[in-house]
T-cell receptor, first 112, second 114 residues
Framework: RKEVEQDPGPFNVPEGATVAFNCTYS??????FFWYRQDCRKEPKLLMS???SGNEDGRFTAQLNRASQYISLLIRDSKLSDSATYLC?????????????FGTGTRLKVLA | DTGVSQNPRHKITKRGQNVTFRCDPI?????LYWYRQTLGQGPEFLTY????????KSRLLSDRFSAERPKGSFSTLEIQRTEQGDSAMYLC????????????FGSGTQLSVL
């Protein structure tokens, strides 16, 4: 079983739609959680950290469910510029480690 | 430019040759990471350093791969006796210690082994 699992997609959605991505992780001792965005042929860039209480940044909302080992990202009012691959990232799993594990990514295409 | 810098951007080599990549992290960042990424996959962890100490190395990493960070600043990743399966994007990232632990990536080195 992969340490971090995501549906690779692609998710094709019209502009203005709401879309949600899910991610599961296998190690219950994982410490920190993130969503990164990666555009084609570019490096990953941090989209947002994910906190236990859930957090929001504009049109983006991230949720963490530690009991189910599940992370989600919700994008409201999708824009063409949101088209990218969204990477779920988990840190830790062994006390003191700063190793970050990436999922395979979920591809999003927002259609005009 | 205060971002993570990687050189070269592209490297084409013949099978069996050795290659070396360099990464200059953000200057105040203590941790430095190497990842490998192939098309359609997420970045795969290779190794990371805290200052000059190599703290973890992927079990998937063969003994043909070695990384160093001799003075706790820049790092090099060497691949010996390259194979076609080594063709990938090699990404370097750095992060500060403390609460702000986010990874910041360089633009990567695209390796093609012919």
């Amino acid at each position: 079983r992969k340490e971090v699992e995501q549906d690779p997609g692609p998710f094709n959605v019209p502009e203005g739609a709401t879309v949600a991505f899910n991610c599961t992780y296998s190690n219950s001792a994982s410490q920190s959680f993130f969503w990164y965005r990666q555009d084609c042929r570019k490096e990953p860039k941090l989209l947002m950290s994910v906190y236990s209480s859930g957090n929001e940044d504009g049109r983006f909302t991230a949720q963490l469910n530690r009991a189910s080992q599940y992370i989600s990202l919700l994008i409201r009012d999708s824009k063409l510029s949101d088209s990218a691959t969204y990477l779920c990232v988990v840190r830790g799993g062994t006390s003191g480690t700063y190793k970050y594990i990436f999922g395979t990514g979920t591809r999003l295409k927002v259609l005009a | 430019d205060t971002g993570v810098s990687q050189n070269p951007r592209h490297k084409i080599t013949k099978r069996g040759q050795n290659v070396t990549f360099r990464c200059d992290p953000i200057s105040e960042h203590n941790r430095l990471y190497w990842y490998r990424q192939t098309l359609g996959q997420g970045p795969e962890f290779l190794t990371y350093f805290q200052n000059e100490a190599q703290l973890e190395k992927s079990r998937l990493l063969s003994d043909r791969f070695s990384a160093e960070r001799p003075k706790g600043s820049f790092s090099t990743l060497e691949i010996q006796r390259t194979e076609q399966g080594d063709s990938a994007m090699y990404l370097c990232a750095s992060s500060p210690t403390g609460r702000d632990e986010k990874l910041f990536f360089g633009s990567g080195t695209q390796l093609s082994v012919l």
